[in-house]
């Protein structure tokens, strides 16, 4: 299986600010690296698809890079509404496997 | 509108069975790859089992292949999960997805339902 390990597992940041979440594969996984939001309660959305392309309707701040084993999530300026638990997810291979998860939380 | 929706969850007695459905509507469901994930309370996603558009071939995860079995009913619109015997560890919100492209192999899962949450104890 391929395990995704994602860092850091929560990070505290303010309104306006710029924060980067990472996402390593444990094996070459080409662009096949999603990148999920979830709150509390909610259904998980998908933010990014193909380790960069933008989901249609989720905010231009969030973008995504990497390649093969690693990858990046940003979101280039905080809004309130983006405090939120982060997942990344391989779709190379099944199983499909997700990180641990990365709990963004208002410094 | 585009939605999925899932119903089916409960309390069950371990070694009990339990059949999860997940409506869809604004779209054709067998054209797409459907999966079921999972979410143990407090804890991360969890894959647990897709089937494919067109000829509806199936992969699960290891934890419980023998076990569990989806389907969906084209007519209907539906998708399924029929869980046999159930363990405390599979106590979960389980949700149903929609892979991003149609008539494609799953690349994503861009249509979420909120979960139907399953309690297995006794």
């Known amino acids: 299986d391929i395990q995704m390990t994602q860092s850091p597992s929560s990070l505290s940041a303010s309104v306006g600010d710029r924060v980067t979440i990472t996402c390593r594969a444990s094996?070459?996984?080409?662009?096949?690296l999603n990148w999920y939001q979830q709150k509390p309660g909610k259904a998980p959305r998908l933010l990014i698809y193909?380790?960069?392309s933008l989901q249609t309707g989720a905010p231009s701040r969030f973008s995504g890079s990497g390649s093969g084993t690693d990858f990046t999530l940003t979101i280039s300026t905080l809004q309130p509404q983006d405090f939120a638990t982060y997942y990344c997810q391989q779709c190379s291979a099944v199983p499909l496997t997700f990180g641990g998860g990365t709990t963004l939380v208002i410094k | 509108q585009v939605q999925v929706v899932e119903s089916g969850g409960g309390l069950v007695k371990p070694g009990g069975s339990l059949r999860l459905s997940c409506a869809a509507s604004g779209f054709s469901l067998s054209d797409y790859y459907m999966s079921w994930f999972r979410q143990a309370p407090g804890k991360g996603l969890e894959w647990v089992s897709y089937?494919?558009?067109?000829?509806?071939?199936?992969h699960y995860t290891d934890s419980v292949k023998g076990r569990f079995t989806i389907s969906r009913d084209n007519a209907k619109n539906s998708l399924y999960l029929q869980m046999n015997s159930l363990r405390a560890e599979d106590t979960a919100i389980y949700h149903c997805a929609r892979a991003r492209r149609a008539l494609a192999a799953a690349d994503a899962f861009d249509i979420w339902g909120r979960g139907t949450m399953v309690t297995v104890s006794a």
């Open positions: 193909g380790a960069s």
């Open positions: 089937i494919s558009s067109g000829s509806g071939y199936t």
């Open positions: 094996q070459d996984i080409s662009t096949y």
